[in-house]
């Protein structure tokens, strides 16, 4: 916005300017007064007088000014192309900016806004995103909780059924089998009992190879064959339950889904509409929906110990069993596990008081039997 | 291009303006003109790479801010008959229209969520209806979104404006993109003609009515050998593997334990069908890249002939082998890119790792993975999208700009101004809807 001398003794130029009524062109000279800008017509008359404070810079190609009216209902519109007429009214009119200083300045403000949203929208993800599925999950009735359940149900039986051949999925229905399904049924009615959960719980063995359970909403347990031959004790079978029981106790699964979504609407509407962005939602999703994770089975190993505690197992079960497995399981990149490290579950579970009275959860028996729940194919 | 330089207000006084005026007047017919692209391809770079820039840092929320610096860089750029073009929309607008849709959005998406819980009958239907309801908002947004484009646009001190019902341009453009699926592709020009006589039926230029004369029949007719060349094929294969095929041999074999050999026994023609199909739909994904850039000559000069506004008319000599060279342009550029991108990375990969062995923290040896793994990937796509911006798509905008001859530009001397600027909604919902252009 520096003017030498010269330009600022400029006081009238030619413009084109369009009256804003109707598309006709006119060549028109641009007069400079002091507090206003007159426009006349080819013949000298007067077309319009726009006051330098209501004037509005607008954008147009290099080389030209161009200058509307501000508050004004008509798109009039005075062109400017003689650089020395246009330096002189940038130096006259405050909202003229030439230069751009104007606009680069109000520019610096909306990215170090934009920067500060995106703060506070990672910060609502890691704290605020999990207090409020915290808060929401009590109110969710158990009945949607239950139909919920039967949706997801109806996906997880047919995937884990799929590709998978002899026998039934679910295990102890067969004549051999039901002995030990009866064995389960009371180490189930145990824990059920220690628990006082509001929902009754629905448990089944499933013939599937991985050492592995989980809990879905609505009180479906599900515990894979592979995790039976694992457990050298009841306890341990009872410990992993009991850990289920937790998730349902704690109604993760609605919780997770609340979380999902509230992710879902954070990352994926509000961000990263952009081309690459997909990865970027994808991946921080991923990162917080894990972390989000790993906090809920500490609480449900907690949970778990507790539980086992109060029947009269060993407490001390669960990270037996935890650590035959993890020396089977493949290590992976453990900010995209799931499940917190075995080293600090087993390092929490190992600080838990041991057993009081050792009185075993099963007959010798009854453990043999439930060792056979999925053999007879 | 030389007449319509003199054409232009360039000169240093008002006298000197209308002399050269007057001599172009005398040069060409009256009421005739061209339109050109003035603005530099580094000027557009520069926005454009800086915007790539910005819109990692933001996480996106910078594109509304871009979207409006792009489209005040190329219609100012933009003279048609002389005079520049003029965007008058705001980020902050498109902002708030976005804030609007997304508290439009929620609920509806949120009725869906608890209705798939469901598992009634509107649950099991709920997924198809979000479909089509979506499908539909989309072309809702498009329509508005135009609107929104065309109130913005300032062209000579009057606006362009938009009337019409969104939700009725919406069902009709459904309907046809129904109808062009069913019919392989034949209905298309009948559809574009039709979807394009309703949008310029409803814009205006002041008060200047629009209206597009382009006949489906017309493109029909030049694009039917391109239709056959890529279509064809693919449809005489797709009948050849129907008809060869014992359809029910083959849903028994599904069922079995060796499904080739049970297919094989019962319909020997299976192997040769397969082949058929599979050479077909080769050499139609063939065709239709190589034949794309004349497609969208040929579709784009009908579109621009077809465009009125009162007397105004337009009519465009764009060539298929400039559309070609754009291309070309554009494999240049990124391939070159993809260079550049190998080099440097091998260098920054190099010296991470050399860094991170060092690290026995293994958290942060794999956060730093992570994140530079997603990092060079947002990058990489950034460029090669900030590329075809510029070499496409810029490229394009001054390609059907400056092969457009205009005529009967004497009304421009007499459109009044008319229509009101619309708000940003629609503009904000495309882009919630990630159905947005420029």
Known sequence: MSVDYKTAMVTSGPGIFFDGLTSARHHVSVELEPATLLVRGAEGHLLTRWPYADLEHLSAPDGMLRLGRRGNALLARLEIRDSVLAAAIDELAATVDRTGTIERRSRTRVVAWSLAAVLSLILVGVFGVPAIADRLTPYVPAAVERKFGEAVDAQVRSTLDSGRSGGALVCGAAETEKEGRAALNRLVARLEAAAALSIPIELAVVRQPPANAFALPGGRVYVFEGLINKAQSADEVAAVIAHELGHVAHRDSTRSVIQAAGLSFLFGMVLGDFVGGGAVVMASKALLQTSYSREVERRADAYGIELIAKIGGDPHALGEILTRIDGSNHPGMKLLLDHPDTQDRLAAIKAAPPATGAIPLLSPTEWAALKRICTGR | ?438
């Open chain 2, 1 to 438: 291009m030389s007449a319509l330089e003199a054409v232009g207000p360039s000169p240093s006084s008002a006298d000197a303006a209308r002399v050269a005026a007057d001599t172009a007047a005398a040069a060409i017919p009256p009421g005739v003109g061209t339109a050109r692209f003035v603005g530099s391809d580094k000027a557009y770079w520069r926005l454009m790479v800086r915007g790539a820039v910005l819109l990692l840092c933001t996480l996106g929320i910078y594109r509304f801010w871009l979207a409006t610096d792009q489209r005040r860089f190329l219609w100012a750029n933009t003279e048609v008959a002389g005079d520049p073009l003029e965007y008058t929309g705001t980020a902050r607008e498109i902002l708030v229209g976005f804030l609007i849709a997304i508290a439009v959005l929620v609920p509806i998406y949120v009725g869906f969520f608890i209705a798939a819980m469901d598992l009634g009958t509107i649950g099991r239907i709920s997924g198809l209806l979000a479909f089509v309801l979506l499908a539909l908002f989309g072309k809702f947004a498009v329509y508005r979104a135009r609107r929104y484009r065309l109130t913005r646009t300032v062209f000579r001190g009057v606006r362009l404006h938009q009337s019409g019902s969104a939700w009725l341009y919406a069902f009709y453009s459904l309907l046809w993109l129904a109808l062009t699926f069913i019919s392989a592709g034949l209905l298309y020009p009948w559809a574009q003609a039709s979807l394009e006589r309703y949008k310029m039926r409803h814009t205006f230029y002041g008060d200047a009515p629009g209206r597009f004369v382009g006949s489906g029949t017309r493109l029909f007719l030049k694009g039917g050998t391109l239709w056959l060349v890529v279509m064809g094929p693919l449809l005489l294969g797709l009948g050849y593997a129907i008809r060869g095929v014992d359809w029910n041999a083959l849903a028994d074999a599904i069922g079995s334990d060796n499904v080739i050999g049970q297919i094989e026994s019962a319909s020997p023609n299976f192997g040769p069908a397969l082949a058929s199909l599979v050479a077909a739909l080769l050499w139609s994904t063939l065709a239709a890249a190589v034949f794309y850039p004349a497609f969208q000559a040929m579709t784009l000069r009908w579109w621009a002939s077809g465009l009125r506004f009162g007397t105004m008319a337009a009519k465009s000599r764009l060539r298929a082998r400039q559309m070609y060279r754009l291309y070309f342009r554009f494999v240049g550029y990124a391939l070159v890119f993809a260079l550049i991108a190998g080099v440097i990375s091998t260098f920054v990969f190099g010296f991470a790792f050399a860094v991170l062995k060092a690290v026995d923290n293994a958290t942060i040896v794999e956060l730093t993975q992570v994140i530079g793994g997603i990092i060079s990937y947002v990058v990489l796509m950034l460029g090669y999208s900030t590329i075809y911006q510029v070499t496409v798509k810029l490229r394009l905008w001054r390609l059907s700009f400056e092969t457009v001859e205009l005529t009967g530009l004497q009304e421009l001397e007499r459109v009044r101004a008319a229509g009101v600027a619309s708000s940003g909604f629609g503009e904000g919902l495309a882009d919630a809807l990630d159905v947005g252009g420029l």
